[in-house]
């Protein structure tokens, strides 16, 4: 059986490493998703852990329904999501690689991709 600690130590490697794969395919860099996250580094990946119970997992979940939902639009085309997340969009007046550095460019990035996604 394992404990609590046990228990929560792994939510904590899950999480950081969704929130890292799900960066690989919006082209972040590890400088960017560390500044995204509010965290001083993301140089050593092995150690990232987040807790699940905190801001950083919430902007981490709001990444990872961002690459989700992208993915869909896509069919999983990683080259094509990272040039949506690079290139300047008209609906979100800005480029979305950079607003989503703030948590209200996070939430519109979402809310788009995902207002997209249902319309499919």
Sequence with gaps: MRTTSEKTAKQKMILA?????????????????ALILNIDSVKNLTSLELDPTSKQEEIALTLIRITTSLDALTGGDTAWMQHFMKSPNKLM???????????QGLA????????????L
């Excluded at 490493?17 to 998703?33: N, P, S, T, Y």
């Design 17 to 33: 490493k969704a929130v890292l794969a799900a960066a690989e395919r919006l082209g972040l860099a590890h400088d960017q998703l």
């Design 93 to 103: 007046s800005g480029i979305p690689i950079e607003q989503i550095q703030n948590p």
């Design 108 to 119: 519109s990035v979402l809310q788009l991709v995902e207002g997209l996604r249902a319309k």
